[in-house]
């Protein structure tokens, strides 16, 4: 099964100049209790983004060149793992978003003024909200935030955006 995680603003926007546009400790947590023990593919500017390879999970990078240091698949290849997760950016949400089974979306509880990567508009894809949970910020976040969960119902695949 494929899911996906990404935390986006209220617009959407989920990065600026290469890099998250916040500082949020309770979501990074988060992040880390979902994808620990699974496989997390992203794409190649999100992997030169990461500090370096994040504990007890297997990396995928998706690219068109060559890479050192890292796993890169194709989309194909992508396809047919069991348990992963696309873990962004903006070019790879797009790319997966008609393949995944659930979204674990945050909202942070702001609108960022220059960002330049948003998360496409789920609205119509056939995504269905099953779990949400407002969350004060802590010392370390900047914003409050909503976890969110998506699960793909099936029922209106013929609105899917290409
Ligand atoms: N808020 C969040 O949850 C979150 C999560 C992740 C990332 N981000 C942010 O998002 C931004 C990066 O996103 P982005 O859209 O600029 O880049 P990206 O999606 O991380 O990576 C784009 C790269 O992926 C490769 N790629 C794309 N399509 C491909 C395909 N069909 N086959 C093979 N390779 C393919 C290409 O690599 P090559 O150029 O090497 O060929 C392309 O340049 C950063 O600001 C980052 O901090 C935010």
Same mark, same amino acid.
């Given at each position: =099964?494929?899911?996906?995680? /990404?935390?986006?603003?209220?617009?959407?926007?989920?990065?600026?100049?290469?890099? =998250?546009?916040?500082?949020? @400790? +309770?979501? &990074?947590?988060?992040?880390?209790?979902?994808?620990?023990?699974?496989?997390?593919? =992203?794409? #190649?500017?999100?992997? %030169?983004?990461?500090?370096? /390879?994040?504990?007890? #999970?297997?990396?995928?990078?998706?690219?068109?060149?060559? &890479?050192?240091?890292?796993?890169?698949?194709?989309?194909?290849?992508?396809?047919?793992?069991?348990?992963?997760?696309?873990?962004?950016?903006?070019?790879?949400?797009?790319? $997966?978003?008609?393949? /995944?089974?659930?979204i674990?979306r945050?909202?942070?509880?702001? #609108?960022?003024?220059?960002? %330049? +990567?948003? $998360?496409? %508009?789920? @609205?119509?894809?056939?995504?269905? &909200?099953?779990?949400?949970?407002?969350?004060?910020?802590?010392? #370390?976040?900047?914003?409050?935030?909503? $976890?969110q969960?998506?699960?793909?119902?099936?029922? %209106?695949?013929?609105?899917?955006?290409?």
């Amino acid at each position: =099964m494929l899911r996906m995680i /990404v935390a986006c603003d209220r617009n959407g926007a989920i990065g600026a100049d290469g890099d =998250m546009p916040w500082r949020q @400790s +309770t979501d &990074l947590q988060h992040f880390k209790h979902i994808t620990s023990g699974g496989i997390i593919v =992203m794409g #190649r500017k999100t992997w %030169d983004s990461l500090p370096g /390879v994040l504990p007890n #999970r297997r990396h995928i990078v998706l690219s068109r060149g060559e &890479l050192e240091g890292v796993e890169v698949m194709n989309v194909e290849q992508i396809l047919k793992l069991e348990n992963a997760f696309i873990i962004g950016g903006g070019e790879i949400y797009k790319l $997966f978003l008609d393949k /995944v089974e659930i979204i674990h979306r945050t909202i942070i509880d702001t #609108r960022v003024a220059k960002a %330049d +990567t948003y $998360f496409p %508009d789920i @609205s119509g894809m056939g995504f269905e &909200l099953i779990e949400e949970k407002y969350t004060e910020a802590g010392p #370390r976040d900047d914003h409050d935030m909503i $976890f969110q969960t998506w699960k793909q119902t099936g029922t %209106d695949n013929t609105k899917i955006k290409k």
